[in-house]
């Protein structure tokens, strides 16, 4: 029942009267960091270079504790535009690693933070997408959808991370919407409101598509999106929100995509 429901959301009429309006325009939007490509690599090896922990150090619940930091950091330090180059940025980076880390009983030394931080932006550009994430948007913009990007972070940093993907030509930049280039983060509903008037879309006809909970979950059902979770992660539910979907992966996405009538079989 919610297949039909959501497929029909995205299907023309049948058989419009002839007076009736263009048809709805449809938009899906994808997060970047650990949406079109897995955000941990780097982080690891970060960690790894800087203090040697080995393998058995739990370094995906740690860097999803930095990732928590960063936005709680980001947010007082004043969100959106704030976060360009700067020595308060970069204490702000390196405070993540001391406070992340510490919930796992490592004490960072500010020069250790800081090397941290220096080996994590050493190789962030090291980009390779998830099996089938190119691939997808391939097949989004051929059937013809407005594909676009909604990400968080300052607006060098983040292009430099798209130019890395090389999907420009998939994704033109006027619908690259970088929070820092545009005045506000997710999840404020602001900036999928912008999306969709720069876009031509309208909020009950756009999908969008990430992994953190509060960020892209939480944001896009406030401003009344069809959410789909990439969590492939398997973490847990941060409050009672209900996204239209869940998915592990790019597989997975492809196939409700199809069950959706969204992609063709």
Same mark, same amino acid.
């Not at 033109?172 to 690259?176: E, F, G, I, V």
């Not at 996405?253 to 409700?256: A, F, G, T, V």
């Not at 069950?259 to 079989?265: C, D, F, I, T, W």
């Given at each position: 029942?919610?297949?039909?429901?959501?497929t029909?959301?995205?299907?023309y009429d049948?058989a419009?009267?002839k007076?009736?309006?263009a048809? &709805?325009?449809?938009g899906?939007?994808?997060?970047v960091d *650990?949406t079109l %490509? *897995?955000?941990?690599?780097?982080?690891?090896?970060a &960690?790894?270079? &800087?203090?040697?922990?080995?393998?058995?150090?739990p %370094?995906e =619940?740690? %860097?999803?504790?930095?990732?928590?930091?960063s936005? @709680?950091?980001s947010? +007082?330090?004043g969100g959106?535009?704030?976060?360009e =180059?700067g020595a308060?940025?970069e204490l702000?980076?390196?405070r993540r690693?001391?406070?992340a880390l510490g919930?796992?009983d @490592?004490v960072?030394?500010d020069?250790q933070a800081a090397?941290m +931080?220096?080996?994590y932006?050493?190789?962030?550009y $090291?980009?390779?997408?998830f099996p089938?994430a190119k691939?997808?948007?391939?097949?989004?913009?051929? =059937?013809?959808?407005?594909v676009?990007?909604?990400?968080n972070?300052a607006?060098?940093?983040?292009?430099?991370?798209?130019e890395a993907? $090389?999907?420009d030509d998939?994704i033109?930049? *006027?619908?690259?919407f970088?929070?820092?280039? #545009?005045?506000?983060?997710k999840?404020d509903?602001?900036?999928?409101k912008?999306v969709?008037?720069?876009?031509?879309t309208l909020?009950e006809?756009?999908? %969008?598509i990430g992994?953190?909970?509060?960020?892209?979950? &939480?944001?896009?059902?406030?401003?009344?999106?069809?959410?789909?979770?990439?969590n492939h992660?398997? #973490?847990?539910?941060?409050?009672e929100?209900?996204? =239209?979907?869940?998915m592990?992966g790019y597989t997975d996405?492809?196939?409700?995509l199809v069950?959706?009538?969204?992609?063709?079989?």
């Open positions: 029942m919610k297949d039909n429901r959501l029909n959301r995205f299907a049948a419009p009267e007076h009736s309006a048809p &709805v325009v449809k899906i939007f994808f997060d *650990d %490509y *897995d955000h941990l690599p780097p982080f690891t090896k &960690v790894q270079e &800087v203090l040697q922990l080995g393998e058995a150090f %370094y =619940a740690a %860097y999803r504790r930095m990732r928590h930091y936005d @709680v950091l947010e +007082q330090m959106a535009g704030a976060l =180059a308060a940025t702000m980076r390196t690693f001391q406070l919930e796992f @490592v960072l030394t020069e090397a +931080q220096a080996a932006i050493g190789c962030q $090291d980009i390779i997408m089938g691939a997808m948007l391939e097949r989004l913009v051929k =059937a013809g959808y407005i676009g990007l909604i990400t972070g607006g060098a940093h983040q292009r430099r991370k798209i993907m $090389d999907i998939l033109p930049r *006027d619908r690259q970088i929070s820092g280039e #545009v005045g506000w983060d999840p509903p602001r900036i999928f912008l969709n008037e720069r876009t031509g909020p006809n756009s999908i %969008y992994d953190s909970w509060n960020n892209d979950v &939480v944001g896009a059902l406030q401003a009344g999106w069809i959410s789909i979770w990439f992660r398997q #973490v847990q539910p941060l409050t929100h209900a996204p =239209a979907y869940i592990s996405l492809q196939e409700q069950k959706m009538g969204v992609l063709p079989e």
